[in-house]
């Protein structure tokens, strides 16, 4: 007699099975961490004419969006430092949440220097996440070294790793010759003489004036592919955090990252109403994972009065 198949329910779970599974979920949280504070990307100039032409882009902002085939962009411009909403000792840090899974870890930006490169002083801005349930542990760093007086990144570097993955990015920018190479050997030209990359970008972002009901345009990423990066000022609205209310300004980004999105990708940033600027709450989603959400739990170094935030009542 033939011994009857096992029940499917019956049939205990494979080990490496479990581990691919967790890989894959860990390898969204990294990326979708990463990706939200970590932003040089692009939105095709047909989705800005058709959302112009649907309304959903403000009146007032039309013009600067252009007609298809056009680009308005923000053009780069010398910076002094004092103006800058950021300096060296600036420290940033988030707890991160992602909605099906709960609460994973925490993120940190901070920025040190001056260090030379090339003979240029450069603020060096840092980014490092980290994410652990039980045994299993993903996690991110990434660094740009950043001309403050020009607002042009010279190198790039990303260092990823989760569970049966990794990912290394080291990046040597030439503004004056418009071009970059990359350590692994792949190169090309940039089509600006300020190019950006993912972090410097979401510091370059906090330089925009960033009025509402405004459309900026931005080509400024090194890799032409990924250019441009349009940003819609939608209103301003109170963001609750552990250390205080914040006064913010909304702010959409579309995106577009195949390594993280697989297309577009959408990412709303909380930035405070006031010279400041910071970075209050940071989402975004994928699937499996669902939406990450990064609030600001503490902030240092900031020389500014950073008015938007109310204090936390005392217990």
Known sequence: MRPSRPRRKDIPKQPLARARRDA???GMVVA???SCMATGAMVPQRLVAQQALAGDIPRATRSAVGAPGTAATVAPASTSLASL???VGESLTYTVRMSKVGDVGRGTMWVEGPVDIRGSDTYLLRFEFTARVGPVKAEDRTASWLDPHRM???RFSKRERHPLS???ERIELFPDERRWEGADGEHGASSTDAPLDELSFMYYLRTLPLEVNTTYRVERHFDPARNPTVLRVVGREPVRTA???WRTLLVEMRVRDPRRYRGDGVIWLNV????CRLPVRIQSAMPVVGRAVLTLESYAGQERSCAARTPAPAR
């Not at 405070?272 to 010279?275: G, K, R, V």
């Open 85 to 87: 909403p950021f300096a």
């Open 32 to 34: 979708l961490a990463a």
């Open 24 to 26: 894959r979920v860990w």
């Open 152 to 154: 042009a990144a010279l």
């Open 166 to 168: 990794k990912h290394d």
């Open 272 to 275: 405070s109403d006031d010279a």
């Open 243 to 245: 250390d205080g209310t």
